[in-house]
């Protein structure tokens, strides 16, 4: 018979856990597979990453497409795996470069092992409890080691290990329940904001249903009110004195109403084709542009994420666009010894190291000023969707009440775990340079926009109604400086937003320059 194998994990959010290796045994993110991994510590672990397959009493370990790849310890070197190999026990593999590791380990089974004869009662005591540790299963084994403890003299190393165990399991239960109550909490705030996209959309087609039951009384007084002065133009033909007097004070009543209906009917057309052109710009721009979208996240030496900014695709081979104070952010957090990743909207699962990034040659480091930058993910393929960048001569046509398109990631409802962009239609307020007075066309690179704008919808694209991305979406004018306690119980600064209306963002041909001179 052969020996059964078993995985054991030696690094990641399932650290020490042990999973018996079936005939096939796939190992990744989503649920189902056998060897699942933490999908909140291990977020770079595709949801079906690797597979074991027995085979001539052998495990044979494949790739199965991941994103991030499988890498064998071999030599004391890691290499990524090309094909199958079959591992010997004792082998080493992870899940992507930075992933859980995995050693490959014989279970062992239990057997009866002559011994000598212990002399004395503690002796004979010994020697029962050894064999029935052979006979046992793991959960009986452990407990009768810590009888054997405790016959030994072991009573005070069996108190703390309890004592420990305990502890472990309290500051787990409490981790439990803060982490469920932190995702409550996002869950309800994401629900409050979803029903206020909702509401957005049922305001404006109640606006549109009104607009076009108004154009259909406007047609149809119109008409009446033509009709009728047909009838006063052929009554007046045949009429004379007081008679044709009366047909021509009412011609003229009648011809004064039918201009009036006409303007009003033309304004009521116009006001139905412009919020149907809104409803419409809002539904392709999110169905296009929605896998165009990510999220920029830090990834903690303990696995926890934090989502900080938006980013979207402008190259498929793995360029994003976002704000040059959000590259600054990332910088911060690798030189700190943390990760930086994008994930994508909707799709968690595409998730890709940010590797390289730079900011616009004239970003002074405030908001006044060129604020765009790019980042480059570890992509080794391409990615679905870029979004179109306007050129010059369209980015300097922009002006008051011309309507533009934000699709990003509120900061107070960011969730890395399912990020969910959300799309806002608004207007611009007005077109300035950095010095918030109209200049030369070329210098007003600040649209300020009337969408709401919160710390993560920073680096997010501001589209026109073609869909072509107009400016970068930046900050408020009331961003202001804040005291909070981090993480490790000290006071911090942080920038704190309100969003009153005054947002702004930095046109794109300041974004054209940044991709001409390149990543």
Same mark, same amino acid.
């Given at each position: 018979?052969?020996?059964?194998?078993?995985?054991?994990?030696?690094?990641?959010?399932?650290?020490?856990?042990?999973?018996?290796? #079936?005939?096939?045994?796939?190992?990744?993110?989503?649920?189902?597979?056998?060897?699942?991994?933490?999908?909140?510590?291990?977020?770079?672990?595709?949801?079906?990453?690797?597979?074991?397959?027995?085979?001539?009493?052998?495990?044979?370990? =494949?790739?199965?497409?991941?994103?991030? $790849?499988?890498?064998? *310890?071999?030599?004391?070197?890691?290499?990524?795996?090309?094909?199958?190999?079959?591992?010997?026990?004792?082998?080493?593999?992870?899940?992507?470069?930075?992933?859980? @590791?995995?050693?490959?380990?014989?279970?062992?089974?239990?057997?009866?092992?002559?011994?000598?004869?212990?002399?004395?009662?503690? $002796?004979?005591?010994?020697?029962?409890?050894?064999?029935?540790?052979?006979?046992?299963?793991?959960?009986?084994?452990?407990?009768?080691?810590?009888? @054997?403890?405790?016959?030994?003299?072991?009573?005070? +190393?069996?108190?703390?290990?309890?004592?420990?165990?305990?502890?472990?399991?309290?500051?787990?239960?409490?981790?439990?329940?803060?982490?469920?109550?932190?995702?409550?909490?996002?869950?309800?705030?994401?629900?409050?904001?979803?029903?206020?996209?909702?509401?957005?959309?049922?305001?404006?087609?109640?606006?549109?249903?009104?607009?076009?039951?108004?154009?259909?009384?406007?047609?149809? !007084?119109?008409?009446?009110?033509?009709?009728?002065?047909?009838?006063?133009?052929?009554?007046? =033909?045949?009429?004379?004195?007081?008679?044709?007097?009366?047909?021509?004070?009412?011609?003229?009543?009648?011809?004064?109403?039918?201009?009036?209906?006409? +303007?009003?009917?033309?304004?009521?057309?116009?006001?139905?084709?412009?919020?149907?052109?809104?409803?419409?710009?809002?539904?392709?721009?999110?169905? !296009?542009?929605?896998?165009?979208?990510?999220?920029?996240?830090?990834?903690?030496?303990?696995?926890?994420?934090?989502?900080?900014?938006?980013?979207?695709?402008?190259?498929?081979?793995?360029?994003?666009?976002?704000?040059?104070?959000?590259?600054?952010?990332? #910088?911060?957090?690798?030189?700190?010894?943390?990760?930086? @990743?994008?994930?994508?909207?909707?799709?968690?699962?595409?998730?890709?190291?940010?590797?390289?990034?730079?900011?616009?040659?004239?970003?002074?480091?405030?908001?006044?000023?060129?604020?765009?930058?790019?980042?480059?993910?570890?992509? =080794?393929?391409? &990615?679905?969707?870029?979004?179109?960048?306007?050129?010059? *001569?369209?980015?300097?046509? &922009?002006?008051?009440?011309?309507?533009?398109?934000?699709?990003?990631?509120?900061?107070?409802?960011?969730?890395?775990?399912?990020?969910?962009?959300?799309?806002?239609?608004?207007?611009?307020?007005?077109?300035?340079?950095?010095?918030?007075?109209?200049?030369?066309?070329?210098?007003?690179?600040?649209?300020?926009?009337?969408?709401?704008?919160?710390?993560?919808?920073?680096?997010?694209?501001?589209?026109?109604?073609?869909?072509? @991305?107009?400016?970068?979406?930046? $900050?408020?004018?009331?961003?202001?400086?804040?005291?909070?306690?981090?993480?490790?119980?000290?006071?911090?600064?942080?920038?704190?937003?309100?969003?009153?209306?005054?947002?702004?963002?930095?046109?794109?041909?300041?974004?054209? #320059?940044?991709?001409?001179?390149?990543?």
């Amino acid at each position: 018979m052969l020996q059964p194998l078993v995985l054991v994990c030696e690094r990641g959010g399932r650290l020490g856990a042990r999973f018996p290796v #079936e005939p096939v045994t796939t190992l990744g993110r989503a649920p189902g597979v056998e060897v699942q991994v933490d999908p909140a510590k291990d977020p770079l672990v595709s949801g079906r990453h690797a597979s074991l397959v027995l085979r001539d009493g052998q495990a044979v370990l =494949t790739d199965l497409g991941s994103t991030n $790849g499988t890498f064998v *310890l071999h030599s004391g070197a890691w290499r990524r795996l090309e094909g199958e190999l079959a591992l010997p026990i004792g082998a080493r593999f992870s899940l992507g470069s930075d992933g859980p @590791v995995f050693a490959l380990e014989a279970e062992v089974v239990g057997t009866q092992v002559a011994a000598a004869p212990l002399p004395g009662r503690t $002796g004979l005591m010994k020697a029962y409890l050894a064999g029935e540790v052979a006979r046992s299963t793991r959960v009986l084994r452990w407990g009768l080691a810590l009888l @054997v403890l405790v016959f030994a003299g072991g009573a005070a +190393v069996l108190v703390q290990t309890l004592l420990t165990h305990r502890d472990t399991q309290d500051a787990q239960a409490r981790e439990a329940v803060a982490s469920r109550q932190a995702f409550e909490a996002r869950a309800e705030a994401l629900q409050r904001d979803l029903d206020a996209t909702r509401a957005d959309l049922t305001t404006t087609q109640k606006k549109l249903d009104a607009a076009e039951a108004a154009l259909t009384g406007a047609g149809q !007084r119109l008409a009446s009110t033509a009709g009728k002065l047909t009838e006063v133009e052929l009554a007046l =033909t045949a009429a004379e004195g007081s008679s044709r007097r009366k047909l021509e004070a009412q011609a003229q009543d009648l011809t004064a109403l039918k201009t009036r209906y006409e +303007v009003e009917l033309q304004h009521t057309q116009e006001a139905v084709e412009s919020l149907r052109q809104k409803e419409e710009a809002a539904t392709s721009i999110a169905r !296009r542009y929605e896998m165009a979208v990510f999220m920029l996240v830090v990834v903690h030496p303990d696995h926890s994420l934090d989502g900080f900014c938006t980013a979207f695709a402008v190259e498929a081979s793995g360029l994003l666009a976002t704000n040059a104070h959000c590259v600054e952010a990332a #910088e911060g957090a690798v030189k700190s010894g943390r990760r930086v @990743v994008a994930r994508m909207n909707k799709r968690p699962d595409q998730t890709w190291r940010v590797v390289n990034w730079s900011r616009h040659k004239d970003y002074d480091g405030s908001a006044f000023s060129e604020d765009v930058g790019l980042v480059r993910l570890e992509l =080794t393929g391409e &990615l679905p969707v870029v979004v179109p960048v306007a050129s010059w *001569l369209e980015v300097i046509a &922009l002006g008051p009440g011309q309507p533009i398109y934000t699709l990003g990631f509120p900061g107070k409802v960011m969730n890395p775990d399912a990020p969910s962009a959300d799309l806002r239609a608004a207007v611009i307020s007005r077109v300035t340079d950095f010095e918030n007075s109209t200049s030369m066309p070329g210098s007003n690179r600040m649209v300020w926009h009337s969408a709401l704008t919160t710390k993560g919808t920073s680096g997010s694209p501001i589209f026109d109604a073609k869909g072509r @991305v107009v400016a970068v979406n930046n $900050g408020v004018l009331s961003a202001r400086k804040i005291v909070v306690r981090g993480d490790n119980g000290r006071l911090e600064e942080d920038i704190g937003y309100d969003a009153n209306g005054l947002n702004f963002g930095v046109r794109a041909d300041a974004l054209t #320059e940044l991709l001409e001179k390149g990543l």
